[in-house]
């Protein structure tokens, strides 16, 4: 009985202490009352908030970051971003503009306020669709719910009292929750004075090419011969706005190579020697050479990982480094992610160039 009741507790009570009148706090989604997001809800300056993980395990169609070096969670998808510091309480989004809606840290995980996240958003919406003896449901959609919310509270009814008899069983009431004090910042490593040479394999979005204009950032871009093909005008876009051009086969054929920096310059007027291949690969000779990135889909890495398997390396390299990123996949938000991580450590952040070539770039 011991056991049922450590796991009941475990299962029911995420680290999050009960309201005082002992009925529970439901958060479901869509047509589902997880047993996890039980008690998950908690009430700071009478605003509800919720944990960081429930904006990401549950295909609410947004990512989540967090920088310890200088205390600051970052919320984001493809098109808006969200930062919070947790020393100063500050919240702001990639423009500058400053929101009152800090970020809390409880027991020892970083809570959002679930209304103005969902306001600014805007890629699902919340109701308090009901309360009985048992508690109260807050029920998050995504477009992707069938009952409506009085059919859904009625049907959800026999799995709030099983939940709510074994929460009875399993506990007794303890105190109302209160905010942990968040600790100050260490001071962060800087790299200032370090540079860094990115390069983007593959063809970029009008996303990606957006982004690098709004940072003021120049980089190389290594394209294969389908893709200049496919697409003269961002080829052109490329050159036309500062950037350096490559090209690749991720084949690793010579012979590619030398027809796309043909057709580079009679798209672009660009002539270029840098090439990105295998490493295994016959390099064509007169061409400066740098590895391919490009992977298979079944070997691909989401966003997040994309960043942080590039970041981790940079970390225990010192002084300046050559930086080969894939075009894909999470394109733009991994290179956006990077692009944060390199300001954050302050980073100068350059093209790559054809005296660039011999030593070994950092890829994912």
């Not at 869509?30 to 509800?48: F, K, M, Q, S």
């Not at 395990?57 to 310890?68: I, K």
């Not at 929101?99 to 209304?115: C, E, H, K, N, Q």
């Amino acid at each position: 009985m011991i056991m049922l009741c450590a796991l009941l507790l475990t299962m029911l009570l995420p680290g999050v202490a009960v309201k005082a009148d002992d009925r529970l706090s439901f958060v479901a989604v869509n047509d589902y009352l997880p047993p996890e997001l039980i008690n998950t809800i908690v009430y700071y300056g009478g605003v509800a908030y919720v944990p960081c993980w429930l904006f990401t395990n549950y295909n609410l169609g947004l990512y989540y970051s967090y920088f310890s070096t200088n205390s600051t969670a970052y919320l984001y998808n493809t098109s808006r971003q969200l930062f919070f510091e947790l020393s100063t309480g500050r919240t702001y989004d990639s423009e500058d503009n400053e929101y009152s809606a800090p970020a809390i840290l409880f027991s020892g995980t970083v809570y959002f306020p679930l209304d103005f996240v969902t306001t600014y958003y805007g890629t699902y919406t919340y109701t308090v669709i009901g309360s009985n003896e048992y508690g109260s449901i807050v029920r998050i959609k995504t477009g992707k719910e069938v009952l409506s919310d009085d059919a859904f509270f009625r049907a959800a009814y026999t799995a709030m009292q099983r939940y709510y008899q074994a929460y009875q069983e399993a506990i007794s009431p303890v105190p109302a929750p209160v905010p942990v004090e968040i600790p100050k910042p260490t001071e962060k490593p800087s790299r200032e004075g370090d540079v860094i040479r990115l390069g983007l394999d593959g063809l970029p979005s009008e996303e990606t090419m957006d982004l690098l204009k709004e940072e003021g950032i120049r980089i190389c871009f290594f394209l294969s011969i389908e893709e200049i093909r496919s697409d003269p005008d961002m080829v052109r876009r490329i050159a036309c706005e500062g950037h350096t051009l490559g090209v690749s086969s991720p084949a690793g054929s010579a012979s590619d190579c030398e027809s796309a920096a043909g057709l580079l310059w009679e798209t672009a007027r660009v002539q270029t020697i840098l090439a990105a291949m295998p490493d295994d690969a016959v390099m064509p000779e007169g061409m400066v050479t740098f590895p391919t990135v490009r992977t298979a889909p079944e070997d691909s890495m989401d966003a997040e990982e994309t960043a942080y398997s590039v970041t981790s390396k940079l970390e225990m390299r010192a002084g300046d480094q050559t930086l080969i990123f894939p075009a894909e996949p999470g394109d733009p938000a991994a290179l956006r992610l990077l692009l944060f991580y390199l300001h954050d450590m302050e980073f100068s952040v350059i093209t790559i160039r054809e005296t660039d070539g011999g030593g070994t770039p950092i890829t994912p």
